[in-house]
């Protein structure tokens, strides 16, 4: 350690100062079935001090119970009956871990092909993704699909964790050319922040604590790259305003007229002119936010805008900066199929864009694409669950679309089953991946 | 009673606070009559909070609604009625005393009204024709409810689907739903025990006193500190004793456990939940003890 310069600071931050300054960091773990998942997420929430003694009797209790040797950390994370019984994980779920440096909110989703649509729900909303992969099988199908899901929602920090490396006798080797196949994977993919990192959760290895049984590798464990990795909340703020109106605030007694709603990409100040549909402007007098009024709100900030016109606004209307996407009747869009039914081509369904819901219809599946990009498959009929498609939508009502961007601030949708009003596909605006 | 922090929201606490009210803010647009379920616990009360200043100023856009078991904490309930004529919020009370006197639901052996609410809750949103009603639940609250929906599909009976869960992408949220359908919405589901109480301190949110540190005549059942009531303790046996103590939850008194305690700031209860060995709910809370699936299980039948 080197010593102390003279103008080192010499106040101690108090737990509470560590606390002031901590930043949120959303990540999502994906794997096949048996890479160890569970037994990961179990060590890193164990190991980050997050498991309580009345969760890890709990656990122990189960172990007993069902004969295993030691405790399996997988139970502290399968939530329902059916997961514990059948030892699988079956839907998303969310775990909470802080550190002094961060706090975390990690979605788990569960490994199985049929689940893959829950691999994009977990990722829809994550910063950073960590892949899990067995040492011994190296990287699988199932590996190049979720880093291909990671791709198409624009998450640029990939972690892949080889786990199991006690397995094969901590072996460089083995490391190595995995390492090399997924960097290459990566690179292709256009997923430009990837780290590979050997671990052993089952015995701890390099995922919190760093390991003591490999010299070769001097870097840094899974939560040091979560601790420090830069959370790019960047490139939503450096596009073009777009504030979807939620609401519409009135109240009488002073007649206050304000737009609720959540800056989804960009930034507002009191004084800038914005752009509404119809090639219409007006100017922000006043930026309401929970704390008060503001001169200036960002990405991601929830607020309410003041504007100067009396203009007829509502809910499902867009406030924009100067570079106003063209509100169009058509658009083409890459979706992943959510659910058992398959969606064909002509089919009607609504669709939400922001904070609009239009009616509309699939006018036509381009393109199924094959994942592991041998044979796309041309003009199909339909489109079904865990399906990657390039389609094209029409909508009853224009709608100011525009291709998705910054891990979806702009550009993302829903299609909904007009009837039964289920969520049929994920939708990312344009023709992404080819 | 409450100390703040810091004016300052920390940058996560402020993502938290965003996201809620985004939350908040669909759930108005989507849906035409809204109920928020407030018991007065801490849950409730940041829930009531983010909603105040999501709309504001105009009035929250909800009924709050509350399904009392009859065993609620005194305290508690003048705090809900002294909240209620303080920010003109509309209350409306659905009592599971009623449903007894009806015939309807039946007590249980063990005197513990917690499992009887689900009746009284899906009857009066059926009633009320609530087409969303909102929750304090968190996902770090417990293992089923870390699998649950920030909206959630409820059918007629209120029964909770986990194979039937709506994938929830980005920060689009899905209200459609069919007729008889009604869509639970958890705003808090990403917040910790401690995001709350540091939201409770930054904010300056009121609460119940008896989330303090206070002297409690209680007596000890199942390794939890309960207080005596008309609902059926103590027993024979159990003796009665003073003991310094606060709540970490509030619920049925039947089986909402004190804990021992001298935290009568939030600083200091803050302090307590970090040196904590037990959950929450591990610590405090009877009826998910009744067996491993507890929570789900209640889930399914149409509990929050």
């Known amino acids: 350690m080197s010593a102390p310069t003279l103008n080192a600071p010499t106040h101690n931050p108090t737990a509470t100062d560590v606390i002031a300054d901590r930043e949120t960091l959303r990540l999502c773990t994906a794997g096949s079935v048996d890479d160890g998942k569970s037994t990961f997420v179990g060590r890193l929430l164990h190991d980050t001090k997050s498991v309580l003694a009345d969760q890890l009797a709990s656990v122990e209790q189960t172990s007993a119970d069902r004969g295993f040797d030691g405790v399996d950390l997988s139970l502290l994370v399968d939530g329902l009956r059916a997961e514990r019984e059948q030892g699988i994980t079956i839907d998303v779920a969310y775990r909470y871990f802080a550190t002094d440096k961060r706090t975390f909110i990690l979605a788990d989703t569960p490994g199985h092909v049929q689940y893959t649509r829950n691999t994009v729900t977990g990722m829809s909303t994550s910063q950073v993704v960590v892949l899990l992969v067995d040492a011994r099988h190296g990287v699988v199908e199932q590996t190049v699909r979720h880093l291909t899901v990671a791709a198409l929602l624009g998450v640029k920090t990939v972690i892949l964790a080889v786990n199991k490396i006690d397995l094969v006798d901590y072996s460089e080797d083995v490391f190595r050319a995995i390492e090399a196949d997924f960097t290459a994977k990566a690179a292709e993919l256009g997923v430009d922040d990837a780290h590979v990192i050997p671990i052993s959760a089952l015995r701890g290895d390099n995922v919190v604590e760093p390991s003591t049984n490999m010299p070769w590798y001097p870097g840094p464990t899974v939560l040091e790259i979560l601790e420090n990795v830069t959370v790019h909340r960047g490139r939503a703020h450096d596009l073009d305003l777009r504030f979807p109106i939620q609401w519409v605030i009135r109240e009488h007694a002073s007649d206050y007229r304000g737009y609720a709603g959540r800056i989804e990409a960009g930034q507002v100040s009191v004084g800038d002119e914005v752009t509404l549909d119809y090639g219409r402007t007006t100017t922000v007098t006043g930026i309401d936010s929970a704390d008060g009024p503001v001169r200036q709100a960002v990405a991601g900030d929830s607020v309410t805008l003041l504007l100067a016109d009396d203009i007829d606004l509502v809910r499902g209307d867009l406030i924009s900066g100067p570079s106003r996407p063209e509100s169009v009747r058509r658009f083409h869009a890459t979706v992943v199929g959510l659910t058992e039914r398959a969606v064909k081509a002509g089919a009607p369904v609504k669709v939400r864009y922001g904070t609009s819901l239009v009616r509309g219809r699939v006018a036509a599946v381009d393109r199924v694409l094959d994942i592991d990009g041998v044979s796309d498959t041309e003009a199909p009929e339909t489109f079904g669950l865990n399906d990657i498609a390039h389609i094209s939508v029409e909508v009853a009502a224009e709608l100011p679309v525009e291709d998705y961007a910054a891990r979806g601030a702009v550009g993302n949708f829903l299609l909904i089953d007009q009837s039964a009003g289920t969520t049929l596909a994920a939708g990312l605006v344009g023709h992404r991946l080819r | ?304």
């Open chain 2, 1 to 304: 009673m409450t100390t703040a922090l810091s004016t300052q929201l920390s940058p996560h606490l402020k993502d938290l606070e965003n996201e809620s009210i985004h939350i908040l803010r669909e759930v108005a647009g989507q849906f035409d009559k809204i109920g928020l379920l407030f018991s007065g616990g801490k849950d409730s009360c940041v829930v009531f909070e983010l909603a105040r200043r999501a709309f504001a100023p105009a009035t929250v856009p909800f009924e709050l609604l509350h399904v009392d078991t009859g065993h609620n904490f005194p305290e508690v309930l003048e705090f809900r009625d002294r909240l209620v004529a303080e920010t003109g919020a509309r209350l409306r009370v659905a009592k599971v005393q009623d449903w007894i006197d009806r015939g309807e639901l039946a007590e249980r052996p063990d005197g513990t009204r917690n499992p009887l609410q689900t009746v009284p809750l899906v009857e009066t949103i059926a009633e009320q024709g609530y087409d969303a009603v909102l929750g304090g639940a968190r996902r770090d609250e417990e293992r089923a409810r870390a699998k649950e929906r920030v909206f959630s599909v409820r059918d007629s009976f209120g029964g909770w689907d986990p194979r039937r869960q709506r994938p929830e992408l980005w920060s689009l949220y899905n209200g459609e739903k069919l007729p008889g359908e009604n869509i639970r919405v958890f705003p808090i589901s990403n917040w910790t025990e401690a995001d709350v109480w540091e939201y409770i301190g930054a904010r300056g949110i009121e609460l119940p006193e008896i989330y303090f540190s206070h002297d409690r005549e209680v007596f000890q059942r199942d390794g939890m500190w309960l207080t005596p009531g008309e609902w059926g303790g103590p027993r024979k046996g159990e003796a009665l004793e003073t003991r310094r103590v606060r709540y970490r939850t509030v619920g049925d008194m039947s089986c909402t456990g004190a804990v021992e305690s001298d935290a009568s700031t939030i600083d200091q209860v803050l302090a307590e939940i970090a040196t904590s060995t037990l959950t929450e709910r591990g610590a405090t809370r009877a009826d998910d003890r009744l067996s491993e699936s507890a929570m789900e299980d209640r889930k399914k039948e149409g509990y929050f």
